[in-house]
C-alpha cells in the first residue's frame, strides 16, 4: 500500500492512512478533552490548579514516553507494532473516562491514555518520515496533521451535539467516545504495512553514547527550540476555561476548540507544503509571532467575539508549526535514528508541558487570565532569542528548507 501514490501531492497512500489514523483516533480523544476541563470543574469540584497540573502531567508523560517507544523503533527497525499498541492503548482507556467518580481518577486514566499515544507516537512520527520522500517530507508531515486536527474538531462538534441531546450528559459522551478509537486501531492494522528497507536493515542499539554522538548539534538546537517553544504554548484546556469565563452555554464551550481545530486543519497542508520551499527558521519566527498575537488577544478580553479571535490566531500558529518541528526533526537527524530523535525531542518538550500548564494553572488561579496569557506571550520573546542564535548552527540547518 505505501508504494501507491495519490494523484493529490504525489504523496503515499500510506500518508493517507496514517492521517485517517489520527483522525480517528483524534475524534475519540477530542470528544473527551474538549468536555473534560469542565467535567473535572464543575461535575468533579476541581480546581484550576488540579486542571492544569493533570493536563500538564499527562501530556508530559506521553512524550516522555516517547523517548523510549522511538529508541525501541529503532533497534528493533519496526514501527507498525509499537505504534499499533500505541493507539490500541489509547482506545483501551477511554471507558475510564465515563467511569470515574473523582479527579484522581480522571488523572489515572489520562495518564494511562497519554502513555498509548506516548508509545506510538515517535514511531508514527519516524514511519511518516519513512514513506515520505525528502522533498514532500514537509507536506507529508503538514497532511498527516492537518487530518489529526480535522478529527479534533469534529470530536467537539460530535460532543457538543451529545450534551444538547443528552442534557449534559457527560459520561454518555465519554462512552460513545470509545467507538472511533476502535476504528481508528482497525484502520492502522489492515491499512499499514511498513517500507521494506526499514523493516529489514541490520539494527543497533540508538541509545549507546557514540551513536548519540550522530545526532549533531543541528538536531540538539532544533531539540532546544521546540522545548522553549513549548513553554509558551501551554495546554489548549485554558482556551476552554477562558471560553466559559465568556457566559458561553456550557454545551457550547467545546465550540471554541472546534473553531481552533478548523483553522488548524485548513492550515497545516498548506503550511507543510510551504516549509519544503522556505527557510524552516523564518516560517517558525511567524509562527511565534502570531502565537504571541493570540496570546495578548486572549488577555485583553473574556468577550467571546474577543476570545474566539484569539483561539483562530491560536489556531494558525498550530498549522503553522507542528508539523514544521516535526519536519525539522526528521532533517536533521539521520535515517536509522529518527525514532530516537522524535523521542527525544518529545522528552525535552514533555518536561516543559509539565512546567508550562502547572505554571498556568498557579498563574489561573493567582493572577487571573489575563496573566496567565501574558506569560505566555513572554515565553514566546524568549523563543524568538533562541532563534535569534540560528546563525550559530548555519552548516546543516541552512540546507533544511532553504
Known amino acids: 500500500m505505501n508504494s501507491s501514490v495519490s ?49 500538564g502531567l499527562a501530556e508530559s508523560t506521553a512524550l516522555i514516553v516517547k523517548v523510549f517507544s522511538g529508541a525501541l523503533s529503532d533497534y528493533l527497525g519496526r514501527r507498525k507494532g509499537l505504534a499499533l499498541f500505541g493507539y490500541a492503548l489509547g482506545a483501551l482507556t477511554k471507558p475510564l473516562f465515563a467511569l470515574a467518580p473523582t479527579a484522581g481518577v480522571v488523572l489515572g486514566a489520562r495518564l494511562l491514555d497519554r502513555v498509548g499515544k506516548g508509545i506510538r507516537g515517535a514511531p508514527r512520527d519516524a514511519l511518516v518520515a519513512d514513506i515520505a520522500p525528502a522533498h514532500l517530507r514537509g507536506a507529508a508531515f503538514g497532511l498527516r ?7 479534533a474538531f469534529l470530536g467537539p462538534l460530535l460532543a457538543v451535539a451529545l450534551m444538547l441531546l443528552w442534557a449534559n450528559d457527560f459520561r454518555a459522551v465519554f462512552w460513545v467516545a470509545v467507538i472511533p478509537g476502535l476504528l481508528a486501531v482497525a484502520l492502522l492494522f489492515f491499512g499499514i504495512h511498513e517500507p521494506v528497507a526499514t523493516a529489514g536493515e541490520k539494527r543497533h542499539n540508538p541509545i549507546r553514547r557514540e551513536n548519540l554522538r550522530r545526532l549533531g548539534p543541528a538536531y540538539w538546537w532544533v531539540v532546544a527550540v521546540g522545548a522553549v517553544f513549548t513553554l509558551a504554548r501551554f495546554s489548549e484546556a485554558f482556551l476552554v476555561l477562558r471560553a466559559e469565563q465568556g457566559g458561553i452555554p456550557l454545551a457550547l ?59 483562530a490566531l491560536w489556531g494558525v ?4 508549526t507542528q508539523g514544521l518541528l516535526a519536519t525539522m526533526v526528521a532533517a536533521t537527524a539521520p535515517a536509522d535514528m529518527r525514532g530516537t530523535a522524535f523521542g527525544f525531542f518529545n522528552l525535552l518538550s514533555g518536561l516543559a508541558m509539565l512546567l508550562a500548564s502547572v505554571l ?17 506571550a513572554v515565553f514566546c520573546l524568549l523563543a524568538l532569542l533562541l532563534l535569534a542564535t540560528r546563525r550559530m548552527f548555519s552548516g546543516k540547518t541552512a540546507s533544511v528548507g532553504g
Not at 492512512?17 to 469542565?38: A, R
Not at 496533521?145 to 478529527?151: A, C, I, K, P
Not at 500558529?317 to 503553522?320: A, D
Not at 498556568?360 to 505566555?376: E, K, M, N, P, Q
Open 7 to 55: 494523484n493529490a501531492g504525489r504523496l503515499p497512500a500510506g500518508i493517507w492512512v496514517l492521517g485517517g489514523v489520527s483522525l480517528l483516533m483524534d475524534v475519540s480523544s477530542e470528544m473527551i478533552h474538549s468536555l473534560l476541563p469542565l467535567f473535572m470543574v464543575t461535575t468533579l469540584g476541581a480546581s484550576a490548579l488540579m486542571v492544569g497540573l493533570i493536563e
Open 360 to 376: 498556568a494553572g498557579l498563574l489561573w488561579d493567582t493572577g487571573g487570565a489575563s496573566t496567565t496569557f501574558l506569560v505566555g
Open 145 to 151: 496533521q492537518s487530518l489529526d486536527t480535522v478529527g
Open 317 to 320: 500558529h498550530m498549522g503553522m
Open 253 to 311: 464551550v467545546p465550540l471554541v476548540m472546534v473553531a481552533m481545530n478548523v483553522i488548524y486543519a485548513a492550515s497545516a497542508y498548506p503550511f507543510g507544503k510551504l516549509s519544503d520551499r522556505m527557510s524552516h527558521v523564518r516560517l517558525l519566527v511567524y509562527g511565534l509571532l502570531v502565537l504571541v498575537g493570540a496570546d495578548l488577544v486572549l488577555a485583553a478580553s473574556s468577550d467571546w467575539l474577543v476570545v474566539l479571535c484569539g483561539v
